[in-house]
């Protein structure tokens, strides 16, 4: 069984979850706390500077000590003289919420109902997987659109919809390795002892199927980061801060690929590689670490 | 009469994860033609890849290291392989392949996968082939019209049936057989029994049988070979081996065997210890550790297959003990 | 032996439906048939005794294993153990009836749970039926097994994956016996093993018996095995019993055709035994089973009788149990010598 020590140990084995869980703790960090690592939150008039607007990457500032301190500039600045590195730091946030909140939400709610409906069947098992189905086939992109455009509390309707669309893929995942996993023989070796039906897929099957769900939640994660940037770059985003989505909506908008200023582009652009990577590889390592046990 | 198989010094080494493994370890034996030669022993004693090394039929991650395969006069193991796959393989040499499922492909009709076969190898036109095609069925003992049927569409004894028809079709001069009758029920597994014989008696077939079952050797072969952890520990007619086995394994496995006598109730005595592995391999005998006579010498060095008496072959250093040394 | 009946299953039926395909379903069939896996099963097992249920592959034995250890429910019959019906227990005798009614199934690469260390799997009927109560109670019943299944206590901490096949059906073994129930079902509990280990296999299942007195049922397709192991055998054909008798009488004189065929069918070690084919064809499909006796297309001494009337199991001579029409005319001339 996996206890919490086995699992410390062996993940630290795992250089690809180890790298990955120090950007997301990056992350992390910048999304809890931004004004530790930033100076000038782009949400604050006062971080506007219009003298150094569109600056390229500089670290003179650092170095000479000039009337701004900080990273100011370490990135560049954009149009509005706004230093990007803080932008990127006061960006993080949204991102990584709905990174956990979706991955938390469709992990667990994907993971019960394909518990239930694999182990225990019948009609319940008909009734939650042609929701699942129905659930799959809402074309989701054009809805959040239309959803973000008439309500102004975003990040909550983002989060319930992608969950909304990821339980259901977890779900029929997670059934369909329930289901052979309980036709294998130490599943009617435990009931034939007597030990209750909660405690096999408690005991018995969650083991064996729970490596799955990690695999696919990093996919969903990764569909939920993509989302919500997609839906910022389309300019659909109406928090005063922003988010790294944002600064691309913004980038394009001034042009920056044709006046080559490239520093609007790229570290946004890297930022959400970099978390959607992070992500992956803390879940493949989870995974093979759980893969791990019993061989 | 020259025999028609001679393997001498056989050595098949795996590759598993990068490492080299010894699973056929040094194998002598002739045999004659229309006799049927019987290799036996547990799952993992190099029983399959050494009838596999004689088919040259291999995976990509063996090989063979040393030895001479002498069939009808010639070596296989100098031949160029696209020679052995026209003028050997199938034509001269056929394989009976253990689980009759996988061996043919099911979404082809079982007559036209015979069929393919036999224009594939000669230059036979498709009726003639056909027509061989339905001939070998009732050989074998299924109806001509199940040559249109479907893989899955045959039972267990039916596929098994038609694969000992498919390694007839060129009437080859050895056919070996893995496993055959391994996963059929009793009564077919008669069947087969009774099928392969009259192959042997009425026909004059020479064949290899690879079997974990001492009774399907019992029954059907004339001599036979007990491999244990890649050597043969034992060779011999089965009438002497199973009548005077020599080697404590053999003694061993005959008395764990349940086919025995039906008519008393004998009480069944296991081997202790665990088969042995490839991945770790014992110095010495391989049987040592398992082996009630073991003695100093059995856990230094390996005995060597030597004649106990006139055909009756075993690699025991206890055996040639208590038999005052051996007889040649 | 003890005479008294542990286990009594009377007239046990299950038949298993088939699904409808799609074609079907459009053209408004409303019956798809179904799978007759076990018809009309009866047999009984005494306490401490070895009952042998031989029959070869479709002949109903592992549904009929699964129907008493209640992972099925049967469409009709009765399964009576120590004088209750199972199908009919109070959630606290289905307790008991659990602890004492264990199975062992044929794959031991399937049946210990993958992601549980030889410990945890052994200590988990412990648990669930809260035997003893502290941690250090339990490992002391666990370290006891192991001695009995002779197995290395370093294997305790390892998952499945590292032992051999035989020490995990001894792990699977000394798992049902942890209990020491009164029954123990072992479903082809060697058929999967190197024959060298069978025999230790088999000969741990007899003195787990004889030091605990539980009745085994062994489940096999091999009737030499039961011949060696069992103290009764029922011999199964098509989810029927056709033949129940004391071991040595049912080997010694079988008075069914199918038995006779299964014996003379049966390879021997001896190079000048042959063995002989007594029945033609395969056994038949179980969705569609031959109507009367399931036998008859087979049998060579099938007659009119056998195609139109179902043969009944009968006690012919005391003690053993036929269903077949023919059995006094086909086998007693040869009881009496003439």
């Given at each position: 069984?996996?206890?919490?020590?086995?699992?410390?140990?062996?993940?630290?084995?795992?250089?690809?979850?180890?790298?990955?869980?120090?950007?997301?703790?990056?992350?992390?960090?910048f999304?809890?706390?931004?004004?530790?690592?930033?100076?000038?939150?782009?949400?604050?008039?006062?971080?506007?500077?219009?003298?150094?607007?569109?600056?390229?990457?500089?670290?003179?500032?650092?170095?000479?000590?000039?009337?701004?301190?900080?990273?100011?500039?370490?990135?560049?600045?954009?149009?509005?003289?706004?230093?990007?590195?803080?932008?990127?730091?006061?960006?993080?946030?949204?991102?990584?919420?709905?990174?956990?909140?979706?991955?938390?939400?469709?992990?667990?709610?994907?993971?019960?109902?394909?518990?239930?409906?694999?182990?225990?069947?019948?009609?319940?098992?008909?009734?939650?997987?042609?929701?699942?189905?129905?659930?799959?086939?809402?074309?989701?992109?054009?809805?959040?659109?239309?959803?973000?455009?008439?309500?102004?509390?975003?990040?909550?309707?983002?989060?319930?919809?992608?969950?909304?669309?990821?339980?259901?893929?977890?779900?029929r995942?997670?059934?369909?390795?329930?289901?052979?996993?309980?036709?294998?023989?130490?599943?009617?070796?435990?009931?034939?002892?007597?030990?209750?039906?909660?405690?096999?897929?408690r005991?018995?099957?969650?083991?064996?199927?729970?490596?799955?769900?990690?695999a696919?939640?990093?996919?969903?994660?990764?569909?939920?980061?993509?989302?919500?940037?997609?839906?910022?770059?389309?300019?659909?985003?109406?928090?005063?801060?922003?988010?790294?989505?944002?600064?691309?909506?913004?980038?394009?908008?001034?042009?920056?690929?044709?006046?080559?200023?490239?520093?609007?582009?790229?570290?946004?652009?890297?930022?959400?590689?970099?978390?959607?990577?992070?992500?992956?590889?803390?879940?493949?390592?989870?995974?093979?670490?759980?893969?791990?046990?019993?061989? | 009469?020259?025999?028609?198989?001679?393997?001498?010094?056989?050595?098949?080494?795996?590759?598993?994860?990068?490492?080299?493994?010894?699973?056929?370890?040094?194998?002598?034996?002739?045999?004659?033609?229309?006799?049927?030669?019987?290799?036996?022993?547990?799952?993992?004693?190099?029983?399959t890849?050494?009838?596999?090394?004689?088919?040259?039929?291999?995976?990509?991650?063996?090989?063979?290291?040393?030895?001479?395969?002498?069939?009808d006069?010639?070596?296989?193991?100098?031949?160029?392989?696209?020679?052995?796959?026209?003028?050997i393989?199938?034509?001269?040499?056929?394989?009976v392949?253990?689980?009759?499922?996988?061996?043919?492909?099911?979404?082809?009709?079982?007559g036209?996968?015979?069929?393919?076969?036999?224009?594939?190898?000669?230059?036979?036109?498709?009726?003639?082939?056909?027509?061989?095609?339905?001939?070998?069925?009732?050989?074998?003992?299924?109806?001509?019209?199940?040559?249109?049927?479907?893989?899955?569409?045959?039972?267990?004894?039916?596929?098994?049936?038609?694969?000992?028809?498919?390694a007839?079709?060129?009437?080859?001069?050895?056919?070996?057989?893995?496993?055959?009758?391994?996963?059929?029920?009793?009564?077919?597994?008669?069947?087969?029994?009774?099928?392969?014989?009259?192959?042997?008696?009425?026909?004059?077939?020479?064949?290899?049988?690879?079997?974990?079952?001492?009774?399907?050797?019992?029954e059907?072969?004339?001599?036979?070979?007990?491999?244990?952890?890649?050597?043969?520990?034992?060779?011999?007619?089965?009438?002497?081996?199973?009548?005077?086995?020599?080697?404590?394994?053999?003694?061993?496995?005959?008395?764990?065997?349940?086919?025995?006598r039906?008519?008393?109730?004998?009480?069944?005595?296991?081997?202790?210890?665990?088969?042995?592995?490839?991945?770790?391999?014992?110095?010495?005998?391989?049987?040592?550790?398992?082996?009630?006579?073991?003695?100093?010498?059995?856990?230094r060095?390996?005995?060597?297959?030597?004649?106990?008496?006139?055909?009756?072959?075993?690699?025991?250093?206890?055996?040639?003990?208590?038999?005052?040394?051996?007889?040649? | 032996?003890?005479?008294?009946v542990?286990?009594?299953?009377?007239?046990?039926?299950?038949?298993?439906?088939?699904?409808?395909?799609?074609?079907?379903?459009?053209?408004?069939?409303?019956?798809?048939?179904?799978?007759?896996?076990?018809?009309?099963?009866?047999?009984?097992?005494?306490?401490?005794?070895?009952?042998?249920?031989?029959?070869?592959?479709?002949?109903?034995?592992?549904?009929?294993?699964?129907?008493?250890?209640?992972?099925?429910?049967?469409?009709?019959?009765?399964?009576?153990?120590?004088?209750?019906?199972?199908?009919?227990l109070?959630?606290?005798?289905?307790?008991?009836?659990?602890?004492?009614?264990?199975?062992?199934?044929?794959?031991?690469?399937?049946?210990?749970?993958?992601?549980?260390?030889?410990?945890?799997?052994?200590?988990?009927?412990?648990?669930?039926h809260?035997?003893?109560?502290?941690?250090?109670?339990?490992?002391?019943?666990?370290?006891?097994?192991?001695?009995?299944?002779?197995?290395?206590?370093?294997?305790?901490?390892?998952?499945?994956?590292?032992?051999?096949?035989?020490?995990?059906?001894?792990?699977?073994?000394?798992?049902?016996?942890?209990?020491?129930?009164?029954?123990?079902?072992?479903?082809?509990?060697?058929?999967?093993?190197?024959?060298?280990?069978?025999?230790?296999?088999?000969?741990m299942?007899?003195?787990?018996?004889?030091?605990?007195?539980?009745?085994?049922?062994?489940?096999?397709?091999?009737?030499?095995?039961?011949?060696?192991?069992?103290?009764?055998?029922?011999?199964?054909?098509?989810?029927?019993?056709?033949?129940?008798?004391?071991?040595?009488?049912?080997?010694?004189?079988?008075?069914h055709?199918?038995?006779?065929?299964?014996?003379?069918?049966?390879?021997?070690?001896?190079?000048?035994?042959?063995?002989?084919?007594?029945?033609?064809?395969?056994?038949?499909?179980?969705?569609?089973?031959?109507?009367?006796?399931?036998l008859?297309?087979?049998?060579?001494?099938?007659?009119?009788?056998?195609?139109?009337?179902?043969?009944?199991?009968?006690?012919?001579?005391?003690?053993?149990?036929?269903?077949?029409?023919?059995?006094?005319?086909?086998?007693?001339?040869?009881?009496?010598?003439?």
């Amino acid at each position: 069984m996996l206890s919490l020590r086995f699992f410390v140990r062996r993940f630290s084995k795992q250089k690809g979850g180890l790298l990955g869980l120090t950007i997301l703790l990056i992350f992390v960090a910048f999304a809890v706390y931004p004004p530790a690592f930033a100076k000038y939150d782009p949400a604050d008039p006062k971080s506007y500077f219009v003298g150094q607007a569109l600056a390229p990457p500089s670290w003179s500032s650092f170095f000479q000590g000039s009337s701004r301190t900080g990273f100011y500039g370490s990135l560049g600045t954009d149009q509005l003289g706004r230093d990007v590195f803080s932008q990127i730091v006061y960006g993080t946030q949204t991102p990584v919420l709905i990174t956990f909140l979706s991955s938390a939400a469709s992990i667990l709610i994907g993971l019960l109902i394909g518990l239930l409906a694999g182990y225990f069947g019948g009609r319940s098992d008909e009734l939650l997987m042609r929701t699942a189905d129905i659930v799959l086939t809402i074309p989701l992109l054009p809805l959040l659109i239309i959803l973000v455009s008439v309500n102004s509390n975003y990040l909550l309707d983002l989060t319930v919809l992608i969950v909304l669309a990821w339980w259901a893929w977890t779900a029929r995942l997670v059934r369909s390795q329930v289901l052979s996993t309980k036709e294998r023989a130490f599943v009617d070796a435990a009931r034939v002892l007597g030990v209750r039906n909660f405690t096999i897929v408690r005991r018995h099957i969650l083991p064996n199927v729970v490596s799955l769900v990690f695999a696919t939640a990093t996919i969903g994660v990764a569909y939920a980061v993509i989302t919500q940037a997609s839906l910022s770059f389309l300019g659909l985003e109406n928090s005063a801060r922003g988010s790294w989505g944002t600064m691309l909506f913004y980038a394009l908008k001034f042009a920056s690929f044709s006046t080559g200023a490239w520093w609007l582009v790229l570290p946004p652009g890297i930022c959400l590689s970099l978390l959607v990577l992070s992500v992956f590889l803390v879940g493949n390592a989870i995974e093979s670490v759980i893969d791990q046990i019993g061989t | 009469m020259a025999p028609l198989l001679t393997v001498e010094g056989l050595r098949t080494t795996y590759t598993v994860g990068g490492r080299e493994v010894t699973v056929v370890n040094g194998v002598d034996f002739q045999m004659e033609r229309g006799k049927t030669f019987a290799i036996a022993g547990e799952s993992g004693c190099g029983k399959t890849t050494l009838g596999l090394s004689i088919a040259q039929l291999l995976p990509s991650n063996a090989r063979i290291r040393s030895g001479k395969i002498v069939f009808d006069g010639v070596d296989l193991l100098q031949m160029r392989e696209d020679d052995f796959r026209r003028r050997i393989r199938w034509k001269k040499i056929s394989m009976v392949f253990q689980g009759s499922m996988s061996a043919f492909n099911p979404v082809i009709r079982v007559g036209d996968q015979i069929v393919e076969a036999i224009t594939h190898h000669e230059t036979a036109s498709k009726s003639a082939a056909r027509e061989r095609a339905s001939k070998l069925f009732s050989a074998v003992g299924i109806s001509e019209n199940r040559l249109y049927s479907y893989p899955h569409e045959l039972s267990g004894g039916m596929r098994e049936r038609a694969m000992i028809a498919m390694a007839l079709a060129s009437s080859p001069d050895l056919v070996i057989a893995d496993e055959p009758t391994t996963g059929l029920d009793v009564l077919v597994q008669a069947q087969i029994i009774g099928l392969l014989r009259k192959l042997r008696d009425d026909l004059g077939r020479s064949m290899i049988l690879i079997s974990h079952d001492l009774s399907v050797v019992a029954e059907l072969a004339d001599e036979c070979a007990i491999m244990y952890a890649g050597r043969i520990v034992e060779m011999g007619s089965v009438r002497r081996i199973f009548g005077n086995p020599l080697h404590p394994y053999t003694m061993k496995l005959l008395g764990a065997f349940p086919g025995a006598r039906l008519e008393k109730r004998i009480t069944l005595v296991g081997i202790p210890g665990e088969p042995p592995s490839f991945l770790n391999p014992i110095t010495g005998c391989r049987f040592n550790p398992r082996c009630e006579h073991a003695m100093e010498v059995c856990r230094r060095e390996e005995p060597r297959l030597v004649e106990f008496e006139r055909g009756h072959f075993v690699s025991c250093f206890w055996r040639e003990e208590t038999s005052g040394g051996s007889t040649r | 032996m003890n005479e008294e009946v542990l286990l009594e299953v009377t007239g046990l039926k299950k038949h298993f439906p088939l699904e409808r395909s799609f074609l079907d379903r459009l053209r408004g069939k409303k019956e798809a048939g179904s799978v007759h896996a076990v018809d009309n099963v009866s047999f009984w097992v005494r306490r401490g005794e070895i009952l042998g249920l031989v029959g070869e592959s479709g002949s109903g034995k592992t549904t009929t294993a699964r129907l008493i250890t209640l992972l099925e429910r049967p469409d009709s019959g009765s399964v009576q153990f120590e004088g209750k019906d199972i199908y009919g227990l109070s959630p606290d005798d289905l307790k008991n009836f659990r602890r004492h009614v264990q199975l062992v199934f044929q794959n031991p690469y399937d049946s210990l749970d993958p992601k549980f260390t030889i410990f945890e799997s052994l200590e988990e009927p412990l648990l669930t039926h809260s035997v003893v109560r502290t941690k250090d109670e339990r490992r002391e019943m666990v370290h006891q097994t192991m001695k009995k299944v002779g197995v290395p206590m370093e294997a305790l901490n390892l998952y499945p994956s590292k032992l051999s096949g035989g020490q995990r059906q001894r792990i699977a073994l000394a798992r049902a016996f942890a209990l020491e129930p009164k029954l123990l079902i072992a479903d082809e509990p060697v058929s999967m093993l190197d024959s060298s280990v069978r025999a230790s296999i088999l000969n741990m299942l007899l003195d787990l018996r004889a030091q605990s007195g539980t009745s085994v049922i062994l489940i096999t397709h091999d009737i030499a095995t039961a011949r060696h192991v069992c103290d009764r055998i029922c011999v199964m054909y098509m989810g029927e019993v056709v033949e129940f008798a004391m071991a040595d009488e049912l080997v010694t004189n079988p008075l069914h055709p199918y038995t006779h065929a299964l014996l003379s069918a049966t390879p021997r070690l001896d190079p000048d035994a042959r063995v002989t084919v007594e029945l033609t064809g395969e056994i038949g499909s179980a969705a569609d089973p031959p109507a009367a006796c399931r036998l008859h297309p087979r049998c060579p001494h099938a007659y009119e009788r056998c195609r139109v009337e179902e043969p009944v199991l009968r006690e012919i001579l005391p003690g053993h149990y036929v269903a077949c029409h023919r059995s006094e005319e086909v086998f007693f001339p040869k009881l009496t010598g003439t």
